[in-house]
């Protein structure tokens, strides 16, 4: 049976050996120890509360790395990595030892994480294609001047963004977006200044956005999204061609965006732009209470 262990100063060290043997953390930017080594030792100790060791008979044999649940209960899960040989002494009934509602895992398809994302009883949420575009194979006259571009400004229209993107994405499930929310992005690593754009018609009014971002090493689209209202009449596809072509002013040489596999209209639209399929991800969730 597998059981869990907090991460501390005494155990540390079994953290880092383990960890060198994972590649399947997506969502940050850097990696666990690239994070904690940088802080303080208050913020090391408040860091350390989001890992828990996986043990076996004394061995340590695994870890899962997990950001700090919202008000709501939800939580990403940032890596996960058990020994192969212990994968089949996983019972679901572990994750009742955190205090989340629902855990989601976002992990590239062919990671060997999936087997145990199954023995967890996690269920795929979705799946998706990272494509890629080199910009240089971009030609500056894709743009279409019937349509009118507005780069965000900090401290301006971070209550525009948050009306257009809640506008935009409001599943059922999906926690809406907050200008609180916005601000800390705006702290993050990955965020990129100048790099978020609306898309707006003939009144000037902004009726979509879209960002890029850099994470992992890779400048990727995200978080675009438009008006439902305004949605087949070219502003999807005037947007990601202005943010092609501002990376390709900028010197980036490659642009990546990411889409559901089964968005079909989305995925012929950035084909058509000239974007082609680079990677396989799938998100797993799981209700724990």
Request: proline letters at 1%.
């Amino acid at each position: 049976m597998v059981f869990l262990e907090k991460l501390s100063l005494f155990n540390i060290n079994h953290l880092r050996k383990l960890y060198n043997r994972n590649e399947d953390a997506y969502i940050c930017d850097k990696s666990f120890f690239d994070i904690y080594d940088e802080e303080s030792f208050f913020l090391k100790y408040v860091i350390r509360k989001q890992i828990k060791l996986f043990k076996v008979n004394n061995d340590y044999v695994g870890y899962i790395w997990y950001e700090y649940p919202s008000d709501e209960g939800f939580s990403n899960i940032y890596s996960i990595y058990l020994k192969e040989e212990c994968i089949d002494l996983l019972n679901s009934k572990l994750l009742s030892f955190f205090n989340i509602k629902t855990f989601r895992f976002d992990m590239v398809a062919s990671s060997g994480a999936s087997s145990i994302m199954k023995k967890l009883n996690f269920n795929i949420n979705s799946k998706n294609i990272l494509m890629r575009m080199r910009t240089t194979n971009f030609y500056r006259n894709n743009f279409d001047k019937r349509y009118f571009f507005k780069h965000f400004k900090e401290g301006q229209d971070e209550e525009l963004r948050c009306k257009i993107q809640n506008s935009v994405f409001n599943e059922k499930n999906r926690i809406p977006l907050t200008v609180k929310d916005v601000y800390i992005e705006e702290e993050e690593d990955y965020y990129l200044r100048n790099y978020a754009v609306f898309v707006c018609n003939e009144y000037r009014q902004a009726v979509g956005y879209g960002q890029v971002i850099f994470n992992k090493g890779l400048y990727t689209i995200v978080n675009l999204g438009i008006l439902k209202e305004y949605r087949h009449q070219g502003y999807g596809d005037a947007l990601v061609k202005y943010l092609v072509g501002f990376c390709f002013k900028n010197s980036i040489k490659n642009i990546y965006i990411r889409v559901e596999k089964n968005n079909y209209q989305a995925l012929n639209l950035y084909k058509k732009i000239g974007f082609e399929e680079y990677q396989s991800f799938i998100t797993w969730s799981k209700n724990i209470n």
